[in-house]
């Protein structure tokens, strides 16, 4: 986790430590939509940002398909997040990519904002505890064995 990640999360919490702060630790208060993955707690979760007109987007969701099979759904929560200004773009290209991964819808950029989002796409990877332990900026198929590697490592640790 990086130093802006810390403040954000700090910026969020308002301060707060221990399980309030796990259970509200991404619903910004003012955001237009939110990430509770309070409801999550006990799973890694895998949050991905992306967007319609994002080539490497196109790219990722198989790889999140497989990922959301390959783990039982007591370890592993696949959770994409879209930052299009028009919900059919995306719900076109949910239907091109053929995904029934669930989609927060977050149009006004809240979420992304929240996490310094500025890559298509970005995925947070958050450990059972709720604590975000890796960030990837883009997709790129030849970095796929890392990606597992990091879901694969939270999923151990139990």
Known sequence: ?????????????????????AAMLHT????????????????????????????????????MQQLAGRYPANDLAVITVNVDR???????????????????????????????VADMPTSLVFDRKGTMRFRHQGFFPGKVREYDGHIAQLVREG
């Not at 986790?1 to 702060?21: I, K, N, P, Q, W």
């Not at 999550?40 to 198989?62: E, I, M």
């Not at 239907?95 to 989609?103: D, E, F, I, K």
């Open 1 to 21: 986790m990086t130093g802006s990640d810390t403040l954000s999360r700090r910026a969020v919490l308002g301060g707060m430590t221990g399980a309030a702060a």
């Open 28 to 63: 910004p208060a003012m955001a237009a939509v939110s990430l509770d993955l309070a409801k999550y707690r006990g799973k890694v979760v895998y949050v991905d940002f992306w967007a319609s007109w994002c080539g490497p987007c196109k790219l990722s969701f198989p790889f």
């Open 86 to 116: 028009q919900r059919a773009a995306a719900d076109r290209f949910m239907q091109q990519v053929r995904s029934n991964l669930p989609v927060i819808y977050d149009a006004a950029g809240d979420l992304a904002q929240t996490w310094k």
